[in-house]
């Protein structure tokens, strides 16, 4: 005469309930209060003991059969677990007027199991469409990306072209200017860390003779150990430019240089070292 299917609701791990999600001849107010905590009624109870509950004598107040005539108590009350693989997926309640036979509970109890099974399938089914779906947007998440990571690497394959072509560029240029310019390059004490080929064939001397010794030293400028030199020093050091005329002696002569001291900076505008540029000064 009156029935109810409850389904655990587990789609939420951490708030799972027993929902009523199809019913016959239920008042309003039952279908109103269609979720249950588990564990609580007799619903609660069949779910956690898998086992069917049976009962012919029921409180007055447990539920009232709904028919056109008005409404009345039922005579007995069967709760039959949707059980399947040892899984409980919800139970079947069922009430009448009338003591089922026990053939009935056992027909019931074997339509609870067919019940539970499809549930399970159509669970399986439906967690299944769930991941495909998650696999199809992941799927197209990662051509998205693959589709951008080659595009970035198109880019950054085109950069480092045009950065080889303007460093082979730069490199040509330097090589041209090194063959035409007389030049050094200098660490923070004035010492020679770099000098081309230029400066050392108009000195007449080799690198080996060069490197690590402080190029005043060859010169008629302020020798290492003054005073002079140091405050021209500091100046460098402060990223200020500074000039000044050289004469070297070269095989029993003497050669006159203009010399420019250019800092090079690094990218907090600190000194990290000094390049020299010379130039022949033409007697007049």
């Not at 209060?33 to 009962?55: A, H, P, R, S």
């Not at 339509?111 to 299944?128: D, K, L």
């Not at 100046?235 to 010399?259: A, H, P, W």
Request: charged fraction near 25%; hydrophobic fraction near 35%.
């Amino acid at each position: 005469n009156q029935g109810g299917v409850f389904v655990i609701n587990d789609q939420d791990k951490d708030k799972q309930f027993i929902e009523l999600t199809a019913s016959f001849a239920f008042n309003k107010r039952k279908m109103y209060d269609k979720k249950i905590k588990l564990g609580v009624g007799l619903v609660g109870q069949c779910i956690q003991e898998k086992e069917t509950i049976f009962m012919t004598k029921l409180p007055n107040d447990y539920i009232n059969i709904t028919s056109g005539l008005g409404e009345e108590n039922p005579k007995c009350l069967l709760i039959v677990p949707l059980l399947f693989n040892e899984q409980i997926f919800g139970v079947v309640e069922i009430a009448a007027f009338r003591e089922f036979e026990a053939y009935e509970v056992e027909f019931t109890e074997k339509i609870a199991e067919n019940i539970a099974s499809t549930i399970s399938n159509v669970q399986i089914s439906e967690r299944t469409s769930r991941l495909l779906e998650e696999s199809r947007i992941q799927s197209e998440e990662l051509t998205s990306q693959e589709e951008e990571m080659r595009q970035n690497m198109e880019e950054m394959q085109t950069t480092q072209e045009e950065l080889n072509n303007k460093t082979y560029e730069i490199s040509s240029i330097l090589s041209a200017v090194n063959s035409v310019i007389i030049f050094a390059e200098l660490d923070l004490q004035g010492r020679v860390s770099e000098i081309n080929r230029m400066f050392l064939k108009l000195l007449n001397r080799s690198r080996e003779e060069l490197i690590g010794k402080p190029l005043f030293d060859f010169g008629n400028g302020p020798q290492s150990h003054s005073e002079e030199y140091a405050e021209f020093w500091d100046d460098l050091r402060m990223g200020i430019n500074k000039k000044i005329n050289q004469t070297f002696e070269v095989k029993g002569k003497f050669v006159s240089l203009s010399q420019s001291f250019i800092p090079i900076l690094n990218e907090n505008q600190n000194t990290v070292k000094v390049i020299c540029v010379s130039s022949i000064k033409k007697d007049k």
